[in-house]
């Protein structure tokens, strides 16, 4: 199947800073993808939509400025987590939509854990 | 989208059938049945999915009951390597919407 790529695969930063996780869809365009945030034994939550040349979409309780989501092309979007505080800490996965299957498949990369201190 | 009812964990013989039970008693007619699983700390991996008609493809098959209120996600021989989080979703058509995870069932396959 097609391949999501995260970067980083995992952070470690102060309380207060800023963190950009980048989310790549390698070999498909996708004019949109999905921010989520999984903390230890729970499920995923979806956190917002992205969508390509436009605002994002968030889910009702998270704070879209405090989690920035650029998607400036159709295989690159970010999530910017600003003045993250421990509690941000968790682990963020992002899914991309394939256009060209027949049943927009999801395809999830392989997360990134942010701890911040 | 419907709110789907799975058991929190299960375990499994190595080599023996993995019957996976989901319950999407709400389910509309346009809502397709999902079926992801998610690897500790990995991202999660599609598996297979379907509409009404039972589905079956090299990892997986998916049986859905006549009046569509549940499903059974079957590994036909169960590894080590199947031992996972298991997600049954429903979601609106082929539109590529949003998928709402559940708390899926924890699937341990011992040796």
């Known amino acids: 199947g097609a391949v999501v790529s995260q970067h980083p695969s995992w952070v470690i930063c102060k309380s207060g800073t800023s963190v950009k996780i980048e989310c790549r869809s390698l070999d498909f365009q996708a004019t949109t993808m999905f921010w989520y945030r999984q903390f230890p034994k729970q499920s995923l939550m979806l956190m917002a939509t992205s969508n390509e040349g436009s605002k994002a979409t968030y889910e009702q309780g998270v704070e879209k400025d405090k989690f920035l989501i650029n998607h400036a092309s159709l295989t690159l979007s970010t999530l910017t987590v600003t003045s993250a505080h421990p509690e941000d800490s968790s682990f963020y996965i992002c899914?991309?939509?394939?256009?060209?299957?027949?049943?927009?498949?999801?395809?999830f990369g392989p997360g990134t854990r942010l701890t911040v201190l | 989208d419907a709110k789907t009812t799975q058991p929190p964990s299960m375990d499994c013989a190595e080599g023996r059938a993995a019957n996976l039970p989901c319950n999407h008693s709400?389910?509309?007619?346009?809502?397709?049945v999902y079926w992801y699983r998610q690897i500790h700390s990995q991202g999660p991996q599609y598996i297979i999915h379907?509409?009404?008609n039972n589905e079956t493809n090299e990892m997986a098959s998916l049986i859905i009951t006549e009046d569509r209120k549940s499903s059974t996600l079957i590994l036909p021989h169960a590894t080590l390597r199947d031992t996972a989080v298991y997600y049954c979703i429903v979601r609106v058509g082929n539109t590529g919407n949003q998928f709402y995870f559940g708390t899926g069932t924890s699937l341990t396959v011992i040796p």
């Open positions: 379907g509409l009404k």
């Open positions: 899914s991309a939509r394939d256009q060209g299957t027949s049943y927009n498949e999801q395809f």
């Open positions: 709400t389910i509309s007619g346009n809502e397709y």
